[in-house]
């Protein structure tokens, strides 16, 4: 299966769980305030979230990135209806489209390599053929996802934390 493919498909049931989450709101209480979360503390947490399913993927063949996927994706589309209930959808969208343009895109990269990347190597393994390109893909797509959770957590530290 190529990367592409495998993307394409995370990517199609990253959004139906999203749209399936937006039929459950959550009861998260009242605001006690907002808390100012550093980029450090949101870059490390993201990059640690993203390689431990990469990581994990590989070792459970896939599974662990797919459970990732549907906890985030599902309550992504959780949290989008319950501040609906009290923010307008404008400020919602806005309040994630900021940095979700670059953390989300750095999910689903990291869910489809926690899926691709254990069956390259079966397939490597089984055929007795170690293929570079593979592993060039692996390591590019690898260092995309840094970069995009850098800028992510610079834009919701600066940024997003502020807006509702």
């Given at each position: 299966?190529?990367?592409?493919?495998?993307?394409?498909i995370?990517?199609?049931i990253?959004?139906?769980?999203?749209?399936?989450?937006?039929?459950?709101?959550?009861?998260?209480?009242?605001?006690?305030?907002?808390?100012?979360?550093?980029?450090?503390e949101?870059?490390?947490h993201?990059?640690?979230?993203?390689?431990?399913s990469?990581?994990?993927?590989?070792?459970?063949?896939?599974?662990?990135?797919?459970?990732?996927?549907f906890?985030?994706?599902l309550l992504?589309?959780m949290?989008?209806?319950t501040?609906?209930?009290?923010e307008?959808?404008?400020?919602?969208v806005?309040?994630?489209?900021?940095h979700?343009?670059?953390?989300?895109?750095?999910?689903?990269l990291?869910i489809?390599?926690?899926?691709?990347?254990p069956?390259k190597?079966?397939?490597?393994?089984?055929?007795?053929?170690?293929?570079?390109?593979?592993?060039?893909?692996?390591?590019?797509?690898?260092?995309?996802?840094?970069?995009?959770?850098?800028i992510a957590?610079?834009?919701?530290?600066?940024?997003?934390?502020n807006?509702?």
């Amino acid at each position: 299966m190529q990367f592409k493919k495998t993307f394409l498909i995370i990517l199609i049931i990253s959004m139906l769980l999203f749209f399936l989450g937006m039929f459950f709101p959550m009861d998260i209480g009242k605001d006690e305030g907002s808390v100012e979360i550093s980029f450090n503390e949101l870059f490390f947490h993201n990059l640690r979230a993203q390689f431990t399913s990469i990581l994990l993927g590989i070792m459970t063949l896939g599974i662990y990135s797919l459970f990732y996927m549907f906890l985030n994706f599902l309550l992504l589309g959780m949290v989008v209806t319950t501040l609906n209930q009290t923010e307008s959808l404008i400020d919602v969208v806005q309040t994630i489209i900021f940095h979700g343009f670059f953390e989300i895109p750095a999910m689903l990269l990291s869910i489809t390599l926690g899926i691709f990347t254990p069956w390259k190597i079966i397939l490597m393994i089984k055929n007795k053929n170690f293929n570079f390109d593979s592993l060039r893909v692996i390591f590019s797509i690898s260092i995309l996802i840094v970069i995009l959770t850098i800028i992510a957590a610079f834009i919701e530290s600066l940024i997003s934390q502020n807006m509702l």
